[in-house]
C-alpha cells in the first residue's frame, strides 16, 4: 500500500527497528491518527506520540530514529495527498520537540477576530496582519484554521469555498456565534 524511499536514512531503515517502526506507522490505525491530528491543524506525529512510545519506548528516543520516523510520516502523508504545509513546528511533547504539520492542497488559511465587547461576533479573514476589519468594533486576535473541520465545529462554516469567495470579494466574512450549550 505504501512504499518508503529511505534516502539519507537507508542504513537505519534496513535494521529491524527501521522494519519495525515502518510497519507501525503504515498500519490503517496509525494512519488514521496521523491523518486527524492533520485535519485538526495539529502536526501528524502528534496523533501517534503515545502509541509511539507505548510500542517503542526508549527505541524512538534517539534523534536519528525520530528524524527517520518523520520522514516516513512525510512519505505516508503525501501518498494520501496530503501536502507539507509547515516544518519545525514547536511542540512541547515527548518524543517530539518540532514537527511538520500537513494540510489538504485546496486548503486555505483564515483568520479569527474577536470583537473585544462581544466574544460572539466574529470575524473571518484570510489576513493577520493588516486585515480590513469593520470599523464599528475593537477587535482582537482569536485563532487561525484550515480545515474545513475546524470551519464548521468551531465557527459554523458549512461551505468553505463560499467563506473563500465571500473574504475574497469584502475582504472579511463576519458571524454570529451562538452558544453551544445552555445552563440548565
Known sequence: ???YNPEKFRSLFETELGQRIWAFLTQPENVARLETASQLGKPAVEGIEEHLLEEFRE??????VKQMAGHMVRQIMEQ?????DQTDVKLQSVPFSKAARYRRPDWITFHAFRNTSDPRDIVITDRRQNAPLPTDARWSYYATFASPLKAAVAFGVHDIRQLRTHVHAHGFQRLRIQRMLRPA
Open 1 to 3: 500500500m505504501f512504499a
Open 59 to 64: 527505541e524512538v528516543l534517539a534523534d536519528r
Open 80 to 84: 494520501r495527498d496530503w501536502v507539507l
